[in-house]
């Protein structure tokens, strides 16, 4: 769970007054450093609560000792009140106002009836003499001042010399650029994932995260399912044992972003801040191990540690090529994955394996099982070398038993972002998803889920279920992945743009960060009917099939043909009679 106040040796964002985020380690005793508006120490922020704006000051405050200050709200919005004038339309406007300027200044926006709603600027030359005041100046008033910064931009703003000029929209821009200049204030926010994207994606490298916005990664979560599985609902286990644990298989190269999201929604992200006590080097070298059966103890692989720890519900299997992943963002939420720390929940629920040993385990070096030693020989062993002959067992047990596992299959659902040809990865991956999973793909770009999207179209499924390919041909240039494993592929997208809000000024902000659009792939995992499909039940009568019909038409023109030469042998017949009975007649 998310924690509430500031833990020491954890990642927070900072917001500064020009709207850019920061983020810093809080290890104590050290300073933070903010640039331009000052420092200071980490012990100020340590046990305080999250979103609070502070204020940097250049002397401790006597009251609390602090060189930070809590800003209040009213406070933080007095600026926002002050700020609100009364529209065109209301009658009663200050002396000052708009409409009493009529003599002296130039407006531009009038209404149907004449009235004058904005004055321009147009007639406005900037200079950089109209600020009198210089930057030596500045630099000593913010020397004197007490940190807080609205003395200072308030002689600012009594210095400029043509301010009684500017527009209220000119007048504001100037003053919201002083403040952010200025004002030595930020606000903390808890590292989550939408913030760390939204921080990569702006103020860092977004190429790194495969410039994966904020609302396409919700996009990706949303349809993928993922979320939180308790271990008593299990019920309806399939041979392989693992229907319905809240297993997921992911291809990550957004540096460990997609696997953060999805830690953050089955709960296993965020580590529990709580004093645990870890056993000694000295009581694991005690441990003892049982024999197995049949083997005695001198016979017995010394491993003298317990099996490593793997959950089996709720847990993420993570499949890279590279022989590390790339979950370097997972730094920010205390997890390392080279060393990880056993009280972290991702030690336990994320499981790495590389393609190799996915797809041949017997070429890789970790999967080979390390030379078993008795026990007798290892209590001769020095501690260096008993301690590496232990890691080297724990490490190949525990890829092992992710191997097996992973080969199983029955996962819920399959989430890729990777710039691999995606019908590569679907082709080995979609087999170990239990029917009904979904199938999700990320791309920046929209031609490789088209071209995805074409593998399991209908027409391509139809061609394959009529003239299948020999399993041992798969895949073909044809058939790249099996068609009828994945049903209602989609195509979709998503772009939350935004606005600018004012009266008469409404548009999109024209300085919005551009890049990849980012398109999202789904589909349904589906399990193909074996065999003849028959349908049993109680019918009504209808009309005969069609060579029922074809049966019918030919027995009744064999009954009409049949009729008609009987009609004509009787006609014959008394034909013949009647020359008889003629030539008896005769004298």
């Known amino acids: 769970m998310q924690p509430e106040v500031v833990q020491p040796n954890t990642c927070v964002a900072l917001r500064l007054p020009s709207g850019s985020l920061t983020v810093h380690e809080i290890k104590p005793n050290t300073t933070i450093s903010l640039g331009k508006y ?18 940097i000051l250049d002397q401790l405050d006597p009251n609390t000792g602090s060189a930070l200050r809590i800003i209040p709200p009213n406070e933080l919005y007095a600026a926002i009140k002050d700020d609100e004038a009364p529209t065109p339309a209301d009658p009663e406007e200050e002396e000052d106002g708009v409409k009493n300027n009529k003599d002296t200044a130039q407006y531009e926006v009038v209404d149907q009836k004449g009235e004058i709603l904005l004055r321009t600027n147009r007639n406005i030359i900037d200079d950089a003499r109209s600020q009198t005041m210089t930057m030596d100046e500045i630099e000593m008033l913010k020397a004197e001042g007490k940190g807080s ?21 000119a007048l504001a821009k100037y003053t919201l650029r002083k403040t ?23 103020d860092k490298d977004a190429s790194k995260i495969m410039e994966l916005r904020e609302e396409t990664l919700a996009l990706v979560g949303s349809w993928s399912n993922v979320h939180y599985t308790p271990s008593l609902s299990v019920v309806g286990v399939d041979d392989s044992g693992h229907v319905g644990q809240g297993r997921w298989l992911m291809v990550d190269e957004t540096g460990g972003l997609l696997v953060a999201a999805a830690a953050e929604k089955l709960g296993i992200l965020y580590m529990a801040h709580e004093k645990e006590q870890r056993p000694t080097q000295a009581a694991r070298d005690d441990q003892t191990v049982q024999p197995r059966p049949g083997h005695s103890q001198d ?51 994320l499981r790495t394996l590389s393609w190799l040993q996915l797809l041949d385990p017997s070429a890789d070096n970790a999967c080979t099982e390390p030379e078993t030693v008795s026990l007798s020989v290892l209590q001769t062993w020095k501690s260096g070398k008993r301690g590496n002959y232990h890691r080297k067992r724990r490490r190949w047990e525990r890829t092992t038993a992710i191997v097996s596992d992973t080969q199983a299959g029955g996962f819920d659902g399959l989430v890729i972002a990777s710039f691999m040809n995606t019908t590569t990865i679907l082709h080995h991956l979609v087999p170990l998803l239990r029917g009904g999973a979904q199938v999700v793909v990320y791309s920046p770009s929209l031609e ?26 798969m895949p073909t240039e044809d058939f790249p992945v099996n068609p009828s494993l994945l049903l209602s592929p989609t195509v979709q997208t998503v772009r939350c743009r935004p606005w600018q809000v004012l009266p008469g000024r409404t548009h999109p902000v024209m300085t919005g960060r551009g890049g990849a659009e980012g398109y999202v792939f789904t589909a349904t995992r589906v399990l193909p009917a074996e065999g003849g499909v028959e349908a049993k039940g109680v019918s009504k009568k209808r009309k005969g099939k069609v060579g029922e019909v074809g049966e019918q038409k030919e027995s009744k023109q064999r009954k009409t043909v049949e009729a008609g030469e009987q009609a004509a042998d009787k006609l014959q017949s008394m034909t013949d009679s009647k020359e008889d009975n003629a030539m008896h007649t005769e004298p």
């Open 448 to 473: 490789p889920l088209v071209e995805l999207a074409d593998c399991y179209s209908t027409s391509r499924r139809v061609a394959f279920l009529n003239d299948p390919p020999i399993p041992v041909d």
């Open 180 to 202: 952010k200049k200025y004002h030595r204030r930020f606000t903390v926010y808890p590292m989550d994932v939408p913030l760390l994207a939204s921080w990569m994606l702006n």
């Open 299 to 349: 016979q017995q692989p010394a491993t003298n540690h317990q099996r490593s720890k793997l959950g089996h519900s709720n847990t993420i299997t993570l499949i890279h090529a590279n022989s590390q992943p790339n979950l370097s963002l997972l730094h920010y939420f205390n997890f390392d994955a080279a060393t990880p720390n056993p009280s972290h929940p991702l030690t336990h629920h």
């Open 38 to 55: 000052g420092g200071f120490q980490s012990k100020y922020l340590i046990g305080r609560p999250f979103h609070n704006t502070y204020e």
């Open 149 to 169: 910064g609205k003395d200072l931009i308030a002689k600012i703003l009594d210095s400029h010399s043509a301010l009684d000029q500017k527009t209220a929209f």
